[in-house]
T-cell receptor
Framework: AQKVTQAQTEISVVEKEDVTLDCVYE???????LFWYKQPPSGELVFLIR??????QNEISGRYSWNFQKSTSSFNFTITASQVVDSAVYFC????????FGAGTQVVVTP | SAVISQKPSRDICQRGTSLTIQCQVD?????MFWYRQQPGQSLTLIAT?????????ESGFVIDKFPISRPNLTFSTLTVSNMSPEDSSIYLC??????????FGQGTRLTVV
């Protein structure tokens, strides 16, 4: 069975602080994808990144960066210099086709 | 990419009634799924919508309660039957393409009163 653990329920930061969201996963599959999605208060799911299980390169996109470590089954997400607009629930997900979602981490950024 | 149109975007329904949610994709996709997100919770997979055959349901979800149709590779419906307040959730349609992202519709926000 697949499992995704996001141990942080809520993280509160002041604007411009960095915030790191943890994601640990379990799977027996050799090929899988990992995803991060953002869900703002409006409710839609906003795709942030997809990572193939064979690609362990870290990635940076603007203020966002991701650290994929297969050895520890982790796929952590960092927001650098957070902004109020980053306030949302962030989900880590695992799968190939159908996805197993973590519980989500609520990020609250205050001015 | 894939553009998913999901209808209705929201509805308020009486308990005991049924609601059918439609999901239209702008291009053919093999893999299509339905998820439920209960208030304050994460997304849970309801079922895989199979084209031309019965849907494949996850543990805890049954066809009598959540009948799904998928007549072709661009369209699917999910019906929430005999609704109770516990069915109040966001229901999301999703499609998956290899080597790309999993695309989600904007969701149907259902409130059962």
């Amino acid at each position: 069975a697949q499992k995704v653990t996001q141990a942080q329920t809520e993280i509160s930061v002041v604007e411009k602080e960095d915030v790191t969201l943890d994601c640990v996963y379990e799977t027996r599959d050799t090929t899988y994808y990992l995803f991060w999605y953002k869900q703002p208060p409006s409710g839609e799911l906003v795709f942030l990144i997809r990572r193939n299980s064979f690609d362990e390169q870290n990635e940076i996109s603007g203020r966002y960066s991701w650290n994929f470590q297969k050895s520890t089954s982790s796929f952590n997400f960092t927001i650098t210099a957070s902004q109020v607009v980053d306030s949302a629930v962030y989900f880590c997900a695992l799968g190939w086709g159908k996805l197993q979602f973590g519980a989500g981490t609520q990020v609250v950024v205050t001015p | 990419s894939a553009v998913i149109s999901q209808k209705p975007s929201r509805d308020i329904c009486q308990r005991g009634t049924s609601l059918t949610i439609q999901c239209q994709v702008d291009s053919q996709v093999t893999m299509m799924f339905w998820y439920r997100q209960q208030p304050g919770q994460s997304l849970t997979l309801i079922a895989t919508a199979n084209q031309g055959s019965e849907a494949t349901y996850e543990s805890g979800f049954v066809i009598d309660k959540f009948p799904i149709s998928r007549p072709n590779l661009t369209f699917s419906t999910l019906t929430v039957s005999n609704m109770s307040p516990e069915d109040s959730s966001i229901y999301l349609c999703s499609v998956f393409r290899v080597n790309t992202e999993a695309f989600f519709g904007q969701g149907t926000r259902l409130t059962v009163v």
